[in-house]
């Protein structure tokens, strides 16, 4: 019998599930799909089988990840490619935080459950829900290999300077804090890809990967391995996000506690739900915000002038990291479509080489591309991200050294 190709990729958020079925003979989606709102009444699955493009959907109480997971088992098996199927090869599943022990993809045992689990502290929204869908994925077919990909692991190679905040190094150990970055399978995939673009093995680059959704961060990429990163302990450091505040001075918790008389809960709740730009002028799509803009609306012109000028600075700042910069990367939902977002975030940095191609830049969609004028010292591109396939990819790679 031939070897199994397939890789199912997990997903698992706190109230949804994230799916998708590849085959790595070609990297080819077979199908796609979520569960969302689990545990309420009204909980919905769409599934698409994306070789026919039938799309499905369910809507009625979906209880708990166990049902969502029977759920989405039953919809790959009406097309032809359930979970018993011997094709399927292993499960990857996307793991939040995997603090400093997960440096790589990693096939998941008790031990490897036990280590996740105690990393809950410092992931208390993320870690769970993945434990939630390791577990469900591992009583449906507990003879395959289920691999854990962190978002933590393309980070762990930062050196001490750039992970370590200024205080007391024994507390910080203690309390395991530190700078771990996230979006790490997304700015690993997507630097590599560049490097690609560009005729050239990643570890002949320095790339500066911009990756721009709801949640945002940045990373400076030396040689194929990530030097430094806007996120930190959390997802809230950094850039301005969609509802997250990102950097700013500690102090203003202090005051918004001792002066405010708000809760740490509900500081909590308001830097990570309710600032960033929605904070800031009440929408958090970058669409709606480019579309009051060109409507004269002065409080998103301010929202957006703040996003840019954050931005900015870590373009800046990762400059000075990797002293020499070959090429910055725009990626994920703004990154990939916002060209507003891209030309103002370059705009003034000319003398950097930085430029972008108002032409190139205006094109939409399509794969990998370069925005910048080809006299351009620093390449600009737009590199579309694909977490899922880097996840099957690291997946199926250890899976294939193991057998
Ligand atoms: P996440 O995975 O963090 O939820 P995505 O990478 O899917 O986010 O990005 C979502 C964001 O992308 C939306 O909030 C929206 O602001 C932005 N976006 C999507 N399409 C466009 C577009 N055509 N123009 C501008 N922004 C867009």
Do not use: W
Request: hydrophobic share 40%; aromatic share 4%.
């Amino acid at each position: 019998m031939t070897s199994p190709t397939r890789v199912l990729v997990l997903n698992s958020g706190s109230s949804s599930v994230k799916y998708q079925l590849l085959d790595m003979r070609d990297s080819s989606r077979l199908a796609v799909g979520l569960v969302e709102r689990i545990g309420e009444q009204t909980s919905r699955l769409e599934h698409t089988c994306a070789t026919s493009g039938e799309t499905r959907e369910q809507t009625g109480p979906i209880a708990d990840h166990d049902a969502a997971l029977k759920a989405v088992a039953e919809e790959l098996s009406r097309d032809g490619v359930g979970l018993d199927s011997p094709e399927l090869a292993a499960i990857g599943h996307r793991v939040v935080h995997g603090g400093m022990f997960f440096t790589e993809p990693t096939v998941i045992d008790e031990a490897v459950l036990t280590e996740i689990e105690r990393l809950i502290p410092v992931a208390p929204l993320h870690n769970p829900a993945n434990l939630t869908g390791i577990r469900t994925a591992t009583a449906l077919r507990p003879d395959l290999p289920q691999v854990a990909v962190f978002d933590t692991a393309f980070h762990t190679t930062m050196p001490e300077s750039a992970a370590r905040y200024a205080i007391d190094p024994k507390l910080a150990d203690r309390h395991r804090i530190r700078r771990y970055g996230f979006h790490g399978t997304s700015h690993a995939y997507v630097s590599r890809r560049t490097a690609r673009l560009l005729g050239k093995d990643p570890s002949e680059v320095n790339v500066i990967v911009l990756h721009l959704g709801n949640g945002a961060s940045a990373s400076a990429v030396a040689k194929g391995r990530c030097v430094d990163t806007s996120m930190g302990l959390t997802p809230l450091e950094g850039l301005v996000m969609g509802t997250r505040s990102g950097d700013l001075d500690p102090a203003v918790i202090f005051h918004l506690a001792r002066v405010g008389g708000m809760s740490m809960d509900e500081i909590d709740s308001l830097l990570n739900k309710r600032s960033g730009l929605f904070g800031l002028c009440g929408d958090n799509d970058m669409r709606e915000i480019r579309r009051r803009i060109d409507e004269g609306d002065d409080e998103a012109a301010l929202a957006f002038d703040i996003y840019i000028h954050r931005l900015k600075k870590y373009i800046g700042a990762y400059f000075a990291v990797l002293g020499r910069v070959d090429a910055v990367a725009f990626t994920a939902g703004v990154g990939e479509n916002a060209a507003p977002v891209r030309e103002a975030a370059v705009a003034g940095l000319e003398p950097l080489g930085l430029a972008v191609d108002g032409g190139l830049n205006a094109v939409r969609g399509g794969g990998p591309r370069l925005i910048s004028p080809p006299s351009a010292r620093v390449a600009v591109a737009v590199v579309p991200t694909d977490e899922e396939l880097e996840i099957a990819t690291q997946t199926y790679e250890l899976v294939g050294k193991k057998s």
